[in-house]
């Protein structure tokens, strides 16, 4: 069952947040770690994602191609994790 711009908002509006991948038709993927790097569309069919590591980078997304949202565990930014 295909992905819907509710669900995505539904997602973004949790409480607490929980940061989520969306898998698109593509193969690709694309990570959610805060509410703010994120917004629907008011017409729920585009998806505006700004880059965890390239705040100044969004990507648009026709939620039509999302195929499925999953839920990750947050992990700090590589320029952050202990080499």
Same mark, same amino acid.
């Given at each position: ?5 509710? &669900?995505?908002?539904? %997602?973004?509006?949790? !409480? +607490?947040?929980? @940061?989520f991948r969306l898998h698109l038709a593509d193969q690709r993927a694309v990570e959610v *770690?805060? @509410?703010? *790097?994120?917004? !629907?569309? +008011? ?5 505006? !994602? *700004?880059?965890?590591?390239? +705040? ?10 999302? !195929? %499925? ?5 947050? &992990?700090?930014?590589?320029? &952050? &994790?202990?080499?």
């Amino acid at each position: 069952m295909p992905v819907t711009g509710d &669900q995505i908002r539904d %997602s973004l509006r949790a !409480v +607490p947040f929980k @940061p989520f991948r969306l898998h698109l038709a593509d193969q690709r993927a694309v990570e959610v *770690f805060h @509410p703010d *790097f994120a917004m !629907v569309s +008011p017409n729920r069919r585009v998806l505006a !994602v *700004f880059l965890r590591d390239s +705040p100044d980078v969004c990507r648009r997304i026709d939620v039509h191609l999302i !195929v %499925s949202i999953e839920d990750i565990e947050e &992990q700090p930014p590589a320029s &952050q &994790q202990a080499a």
